[in-house]
């Protein structure tokens, strides 16, 4: 990848200066010694290519030119065709700044930030700061940052889902311990996929970093519906965990098997694109779905009957959004039409009733 060092002098023709340009030297055979960086090319091989060049090509005379020979060298550069002899390449209209290019090998984020620290240390020792004014910049410094700007983003938007998931819990299930056992079984199919990333060398970018998000969203829709179910049973077997947990997993699972099948073979039809991205989004979130699956399959039920009562609690029954009971709505609204109340007896005849009751 491109590595540019910007050299500012901070005067007019500073950089034409004798004492700067055996700095640029010194500095480029400094960064000569590190394996990751190309070559240099700056203003100082132009210089030394057109003096061996007026010298009939005499590798000896590979060297910055003097104070006396600039005069004829620099009339000799001007005059050169190609990028090679081109000063503007290297050097600014006023001729104060200058830079030097390198390619540099994708060797990481880390060894990368690491080694563009090192540069900025050796720069800083040859050029003080007090008098020059050196950046290190180009496409490789752009992908560092950007690559840690995702990073970053991908810890606070995953945390701002984690938070704002648990806080919707702990209102609809009324239960912090309940939130924490909900949020185990999702939190480990993310786990999981980042291990599969650095074991597969996978890169953190753009497409592959939207994968948690995604899927701790989806997955955490099982556990919501396992969970609200789980309550329900309590309240039928009058807390009888151990059957409530049976219960419940006999009613969603099957439900929960046949979204998580969609939602895998939904986004697995991405890894037959030709995009590079989406074909490793749609692997890594249908991998994750499929682990989150197994997950609230199995560790959510195990958890429930391992803690027993201290995860479900008597604040658990009661929560924050009331759930009604469907099949009990049914049958109300059944003799609500054949014209009985909730006991079978005609509405009729329970008016009568009233009105001797209250006679």
Do not use: C
């Not at 830079?99 to 540099?104: A, D, N, Q």
């Not at 939190?187 to 497409?207: C, D, E, H, N, Q």
């Not at 219960?247 to 969603?252: G, I, N, V």
């Amino acid at each position: 990848m491109p590595l540019e060092i910007s050299i500012d002098t901070e005067r007019p023709n500073g950089v034409l200066r004798t004492s700067n340009l055996k700095k640029i030297d010194e500095f480029s055979t400094a960064l000569s010694q590190y394996k990751d960086l190309s070559p240099s090319l700056s203003l100082v091989n132009v210089l030394k290519f057109a003096k061996q060049a007026f010298y009939n090509g005499k590798e000896k005379y590979y060297s910055l030119p003097s104070y006396r020979e600039q005069s004829f060298i620099f009339s000799y550069v001007g005059k050169s065709e190609g990028k090679i002899g081109d000063l503007k390449s290297f050097v600014d209209s006023t001729k104060q700044e200058t830079r030097i290019s390198f390619r540099m090998k994708d060797v990481g984020t880390t060894r990368m930030d690491d080694l563009l620290s090192r540069i900025r240390k050796e720069a800083a020792k040859i050029f003080p700061p007090d008098k020059y004014h050196v950046s290190v910049t180009g496409a490789s410094v752009v992908f560092v940052k950007g690559t840690q700007y995702l990073v970053k983003s991908l810890f606070q938007s995953l945390g701002l889902a984690i938070l704002l998931i648990a806080t919707f819990m702990a209102l609809m299930f009324n239960s912090r311990r309940m939130v924490f056992l909900s949020l185990v079984p999702n939190v480990i199919p993310l786990l999981f996929t980042a291990g599969i990333m650095g074991f597969t060398g996978i890169p953190i970018k753009a497409s592959t970093i939207l994968v948690f998000s995604i899927a701790f969203g989806i997955s955490v829709d099982n556990t919501i519906h396992f969970l609200a179910k789980y309550r329900q049973e309590l309240r039928l077997t009058n807390w009888n965990i151990g059957k409530s947990v049976v219960l419940a997993l006999r009613e969603t699972g099957f439900s929960m098997i046949y979204t998580s099948f969609v939602l895998f073979f939904g986004f697995g039809i991405f890894s037959l694109s030709s995009f590079g991205g989406t074909v490793a989004l749609g692997i890594l979130v249908s991998l994750t779905l499929l682990v989150a699956l197994i997950s609230n399959l199995i560790l959510l039920p195990a958890l429930l009957l391992a803690l027993q009562r201290r995860a479900t609690t008597r604040y658990f029954e009661e929560p924050f959004l009331e759930i009604f009971d469907e099949e009990e709505d049914i049958e109300q609204d059944e003799l609500r039409i054949e014209g009985r109340d909730k006991n079978g007896n005609l509405l009729s005849e329970t008016d009568e009733k009233d009105k001797t009751i209250d006679e």
